[in-house]
T-cell receptor, first 113, second 112 residues
Framework: EPEVTQTPSHQVTQMGQEVILRCVPI?????FYWYRQILGQKVEFLVS????????KSEIFDDQFSVERPDGSNFTLKIRSTKLEDSAMYFC???????????FGPGTRLLVL | QKEVEQNSGPLSVPEGAIASLNCTYS??????FFWYRQYSGKSPELIMS????GDKEDGRFTAQLNKASQYVSLLIRDSQPSDSATYLC????????????FGPGTSLSVIP
């Protein structure tokens, strides 16, 4: 069964460093998403992406964040200058269509020291 | 501010019993509702989606939606220890294209 994959599974970085989280969505899906979940808190929507551009973003998704689909398979989330409060689990998700079910990847646990 | 509320639990039920999980939401125009299961340290896994008022059954799971009351629930029949997890209610916000708002989750423990 096709699934969303994410790399790395864990990332430790120093405050102020740039990180890139990678995702490979399900191959026939057209909509891509990033969510984050701070430990013990809710899953929070960050951004959606369709047709090579951001479709929607939340108030969390500020100028420190960017997303890109550099090729036909990968979907990346970049955090330019990480802060301690960026420590969280980051989930990528994809869906066939806007109204369809979003399938989540296993997540990348980011720890900012 | 759009909100999704759930009892945080923990909800404990004996094996074989029915577990009932509840969720309320604030956005009256919402049309799409989802229940996800999340094991500790893992990603959310979709159990059910529901779009119309009434009940929707899938195996041991039944989702119930009442848009007038802004209420959605999940019933798990014949609960198994493997059902022990956090259950997340998620609602697609009507006024946005893609944003899904998650509730805080209800922790379910099925006691053998």
């Amino acid at each position: 069964e096709p699934e969303v994959t994410q790399t790395p599974s864990h990332q430790v970085t120093q405050m102020g460093q740039e990180v890139i989280l990678r995702c490979v969505p399900i191959s026939n899906h057209l909509y891509f998403y990033w969510y984050r979940q701070i430990l013990g808190q809710k899953v929070e929507f960050l951004v959606s992406f369709y047709n090579n551009e951001i479709s929607e973003k939340s108030e969390i998704f500020d100028d420190q964040f960017s997303v890109e689909r550099p090729d036909g398979s990968n979907f990346t989330l970049k955090i330019r200058s990480t802060k301690l409060e960026d420590s969280a689990m980051y989930f990528c998700a994809s869906s066939v269509g806007r109204q369809e079910t979003q399938y989540f990847g296993p997540g990348t646990r980011l720890l900012v020291l | 501010q759009k909100e999704v509320e759930q009892n945080s639990g923990p909800l404990s039920v004996p094996e074989g019993a029915i577990a009932s999980l509840n969720c309320t939401y604030s956005d009256r125009g919402s049309q799409s509702f989802f229940w996800y299961r999340q094991y500790s340290g893992k990603s959310p896994e979709l159990i059910m989606s529901i779009y119309s008022n009434g009940d929707k059954e899938d195996g041991r799971f039944t989702a119930q939606l009442n848009k007038a009351s802004q209420y959605v629930s999940l019933l798990i029949r014949d609960s198994q220890p493997s059902d022990s997890a956090t259950y997340l209610c998620a609602v697609k916000v009507e006024t946005s294209y893609d944003k899904v708002i998650f509730g805080p989750g209800t922790s379910l423990s099925v006691i053998p």
